[in-house]
């Protein structure tokens, strides 16, 4: 069946060219509108979560965590992929919250969904904001995890984005979409 936008590409073929734990990269033949058949790579991976958690203060609890990919220490929110486990968004947004940095929310809300490199990736992440973040339990850390919780005053957050101090997009993108649609007077 062809898509039946005229700038859709129709996929002939897929394969998994490489798989390992948390993503794999897809091989599709493809045959672009204008009729020639060509290749295209990409990163596959399930659904993820971001959270942009504020403590009763007004806090946000960051984290510091180790990225091999770019040799650093890089300041962020706490993020993962969705698991099969998980009832809901929601659930995987409380799940990594408390894995990561050990707090619990008293409630979320859905922030944004966005695609955010749907030219290499299927990435899909899914951003919510959690009120009430209160330490509960110790981190439960996956194996290749090295996270350092952070708590940061909003200000201090924003500050640190506008300066390039924090480049993680995730979180950039969290901020920034709270900072412009949904930061008020009466919350942090």
């Known amino acids: 069946m062809s898509p039946t936008d005229p700038l859709a590409w129709d996929t002939l073929e897929r394969e998994v060219a490489y798989s390992c734990p948390g993503f794999d990269v897809v091989n599709e033949s493809v045959q672009l509108p204008d009729g020639a058949e060509t290749d295209f790579d990409y990163l596959s991976e399930p659904a993820?979560?971001?959270v942009l958690p504020f403590t009763?203060?007004?806090?946000?609890?960051?984290?510091?965590e180790w990225r091999q990919a770019v040799s650093r220490v890089n300041r962020g929110l706490p993020v993962g992929g969705t698991e099969p486990d998980d009832d809901d968004l929601e659930a995987a947004a409380r799940r990594e919250l408390a894995e990561e940095t050990g707090h619990e929310a008293d409630?979320?809300?859905p922030l944004v969904t966005v695609e955010p490199a749907n030219g290499i990736a299927d990435?899909?992440?899914h951003c919510f904001v959690a009120y009430g973040?209160?330490?509960?339990?110790d981190q439960q850390l996956d194996h290749n995890e090295s996270i350092r919780v952070t708590p940061l005053a909003y200000e201090t957050l924003l500050e640190a984005i506008?300066?390039?101090?924090?480049r993680d997009?995730?979180?950039?993108?969290?901020?920034?979409?709270?900072?412009?649609f949904e930061a008020t007077e009466d919350q942090p």
């Open 48 to 50: 993820s979560v971001c």
């Open 162 to 166: 506008r300066n390039g101090e924090i």
């Open 169 to 180: 997009g995730r979180a950039v993108l969290a901020v920034s979409y709270y900072q412009l």
């Open 133 to 137: 973040c209160r330490p509960t339990a």
């Open 107 to 109: 409630h979320l809300e």
């Open 123 to 125: 990435s899909v992440i």
């Open 56 to 64: 009763p203060d007004g806090d946000v609890v960051c984290i510091d």
